[in-house]
Nanobody, 121 residues
Framework: QVQLVESGGGLVQAGGSLRLSCAASGTIFSSNVMGWYRQAPGKQRELVASITRSGNTNFADSVKGRFTITRDNAKNTVYLTMNSLKPEDTAVYYC???????????????WGQGTEVTVSS
């Protein structure tokens, strides 16, 4: 069984910073793409940032220059550092990972339970 456990959400004032962490645990052979999505009330879930195993990153236009994404492959952990937060960043943030459980198992998508980020104006 594989679990993604997120931490680091909370309430912050506009202009502040937060760091989200997501650790994958269980029987894991390897990880491929890892990243973060978010869903604001009444809106669709959207990609915030992703990072490949080799470190290539991709960001939503709305967070470029403010958010950074990093990962620790040995720990199967991904981090999202959010700076200069805006009220429109308020959402539930979901961790995402493509993982394989054995050498012969194809990649499968896993999701965390979500962590709430609230940015007050």
């Amino acid at each position: 069984q594989v679990q993604l456990v997120e931490s680091g959400g909370g309430l912050v004032q506009a202009g502040g910073s937060l760091r989200l962490s997501c650790a994958a645990s269980g029987t894991i052979f390897s990880s491929n793409v890892m990243g973060w999505y978010r869903q604001a009330p009444g809106k669709q879930r959207e990609l915030v940032a992703s990072i490949t195993r080799s470190g290539n990153t991709n960001f939503a236009d709305s967070v470029k220059g403010r958010f950074t994404i990093t990962r620790d492959n040995a720990k199967n952990t991904v981090y999202l550092t959010m700076n200069s937060l805006k009220p429109e960043d308020t959402a539930v943030y979901y961790c995402y990972a493509q993982l394989s459980r054995t050498f012969t198992t194809p990649w499968a998508d896993y999701w965390g339970q979500g962590t709430e980020v609230t940015v007050s104006s």
